[in-house]
């Protein structure tokens, strides 16, 4: 089980990181190539190129990575939350409160996975295309049932987690991951902040 979590993990961290690296190639590729066919010098070489597709496919990447990354997001921790109220209870209401938050998220999630999946589903029957590349629209919609899907999972998760060690995913502004953590970071956070920081030689 930890084996496929693992595998699940990776999968999601690899899909978001390409579809972002491709997305900002895909784009940075069109406005050079934009640049040079408005250029007399390199008119004859980019006018024969064609880009016209990479705005939409580009649009499409990052609706992908933006369902796969809030996935990505609930299982680390990252998403914004006001738990000003929710710290101030006793830790039993506390608890309650938390994990009605987190079900109630994977009941969402897992509703709209559902609905995505019957229009994805019904798109399926017919010869409806995207304008620029000609795809199937389902393929680019399926994004919504996927992402959800794994999205109520995480919430589901989370919940397991918080019940087995009574902690929450967290993710520490300071942290990151493969670089050891410097005991004085935060001095140095701060300092640097209000242009205090002392450097020794």
Known sequence: MKIALRILDRLEETL???????????IFVAVVQRFAASTTLLYPIASGIDLTWAQELCIFMFIWMAKFGAAY???????????????????RAQKAVILFGLFAGALFTGIVGTMGARFVYGLMGTDQTTPDLEWPSWVIYLCIPLGSYLMCFRFL???????RTGELPHHE?????GVPASPDMGTELAGAEFGRVERTP
């Open 16 to 26: 978001i990181a390409c579809l972002m690296a491709g997305a900002t190639l895909l």
């Open 73 to 91: 997001g609930v299982r680390t921790g990252i998403h914004v939350g006001v738990d000003v109220v929710v710290r101030r209870l006793n830790p």
């Open 157 to 163: 998760q989370v919940v397991e987690g918080y019940l």
């Open 173 to 177: 502004i300071t942290h990151v991951e």
